[in-house]
């Protein structure tokens, strides 16, 4: 075969691969399904290597593993450079790949990391996965031919540019699936997702003949914050609200945002005696807590609350939310900071300190 025609065979190869995964990017937008693809066009390319992709966590900062193909992560995790830095610390902190091509050899790597875990001539290609500047995650190579690497440095590029673009399209769509169901003012759910968790929940608790419990929560005398405040201090002192739920639940407990100053909370397996405690648990934060939703202003806040179960007072996600909301009313109707339940009527706060 001529020069030529070897490197017309190369490019036919490069733009089939290309074509792959622009493919596969533009038919799914999973991330998994399109990171697997490319995984695919990396391992055809760079067949000895063991590889894994890296992304970095949006909330935490730090880089977790997506994929990975062989144990060259794990060896590589061990490693440190004679700075003190990890492979992935090195990289993330310059905008440059970090290229070795003997691990036993390289003067920038801590002798007493290497332990003997490597094979001789053992490279490693370290480089970032970015996009606009920012850096998502970090593509590692180990035990790649450097002869390899360097005639498709190219191709390696491009396949970690699809991966960026991958992982932006995946964290976009997750963006726009959270901002159809949470409410902005207080970033807890809206009433929409509200219904989709509780079906799926009544339906878990009659497979497994579990209870669940709804709390209705409305907001004594709100509308005077809104009248002698405006709304923005009114906006404010719901976002606080909803974070004082979020941090008064336990974690398989979910808070919503139903409408104006109403909010409902989910309890799952709990009972009528449990959703009470919680009930009460709330009323008294709110009694013992001072609102600052703007400077200079101070506020005092109550709750109305009503309660309903499943499967002692509803058989449908729409009964047990629509008793609950019943029990709320009566709570307020009997001169409010009252808990209602249903099927008990209004229960004393005598014993909130429980």
């Known amino acids: 075969m001529s020069?030529?025609?070897?490197?017309?065979?190369?490019?036919?190869?490069?733009?089939?691969v290309f074509h792959d995964v622009a493919k596969a990017l533009t038919s799914s937008l999973d991330l998994e399904t399109v990171l697997q693809t490319i995984m695919k066009k990396m391992v055809a390319?760079?067949?000895?290597?063991?590889?894994?992709?890296l992304i970095v966590d949006e909330t935490t900062g730090e880089l977790y593993q997506a994929l990975a193909v062989g144990k060259g992560?794990?060896?590589?995790?061990?490693?440190?450079?004679?700075?003190?830095?990890?492979?992935?610390?090195?990289?993330?902190?310059?905008?440059?790949?970090?290229?070795?091509?003997?691990?036993?050899?390289?003067?920038?790597?801590?002798?007493?990391?290497?332990?003997?875990?490597?094979?001789?001539?053992?490279?490693?290609?370290?480089?970032?996965?970015?996009?606009?500047?920012?850096?998502?995650?970090?593509?590692e190579l180990m035990n790649i031919d450097m002869e390899t690497y360097s005639r498709n440095q190219m191709v390696l590029q491009t396949l970690t540019d699809y991966a960026a673009i991958a992982i932006e399209n995946a964290r976009a769509v997750r963006r726009i699936q959270e901002l159809s169901i949470t409410d902005d003012c207080t970033g807890l759910y809206n009433a929409r997702h509200l219904y989709t968790?509780?079906?799926?929940?009544?339906?878990?608790?009659?497979?497994?003949?579990?209870?669940?419990?709804?709390?209705?929560?409305?907001?004594?005398?709100?509308?005077?914050?809104?009248?002698?405040?405006?709304?923005?201090?009114?906006?404010?002192?719901?976002?606080?609200?909803?974070?004082?739920?979020?941090?008064n639940?336990?974690?398989?407990?979910?808070?919503?945002?139903?409408?104006?100053?109403?909010?409902?909370?989910?309890?799952?397996?709990?009972?009528?005696?449990?959703?009470?405690?919680?009930?009460?648990?709330?009323?008294?934060?709110?009694?013992?807590?001072?609102?600052?939703p703007a400077d200079g202003i101070r506020l005092k806040l109550t709750v109305s609350v009503g309660i309903a179960t499943y499967p002692l007072n509803a058989s449908t996600p729409k009964e047990i939310v629509q008793h609950s909301d019943e029990m709320m009313y009566e709570a307020k109707q009997s001169g409010r900071d009252k808990i209602a339940v249903f099927g008990r009527g209004i229960v004393g706060l005598d014993d909130i300190g429980e």
Not at 46 to 53: I, K, N, Q, R, V
Request: overall charge negative; hydrophobic content about 40%; glycine content about 8%.
């Open 3 to 16: 020069l030529t025609t070897a490197a017309e065979s190369d490019h036919s190869r490069e733009l089939r």
């Open 45 to 53: 390319y760079f067949e000895s290597a063991d590889w894994s992709l």
């Open 73 to 139: 992560h794990e060896y590589a995790n061990v490693l440190r450079l004679e700075t003190g830095e990890t492979l992935e610390q090195w990289v993330l902190q310059r905008a440059e790949p970090l290229i070795i091509a003997d691990v036993m050899q390289d003067a920038r790597i801590q002798p007493s990391s290497v332990r003997g875990s490597f094979p001789p001539g053992c490279s490693i290609v370290c480089m970032q996965v970015r996009t606009g500047g920012k850096t998502l995650g970090i593509i």
């Open 197 to 247: 968790l509780l079906s799926d929940e009544v339906h878990r608790s009659a497979r497994f003949g579990y209870e669940l419990a709804v709390l209705f929560l409305d907001l004594d005398f709100f509308k005077r914050v809104n009248d002698e405040h405006g709304h923005l201090t009114g906006s404010r002192l719901l976002g606080q609200v909803g974070q004082f739920l979020r941090e």
């Open 249 to 292: 639940l336990r974690l398989v407990d979910v808070a919503f945002r139903y409408g104006g100053d109403e909010f409902v909370i989910l309890l799952p397996q709990t009972s009528q005696d449990g959703a009470l405690f919680v009930a009460r648990r709330l009323v008294r934060g709110f009694h013992g807590k001072e609102w600052r």
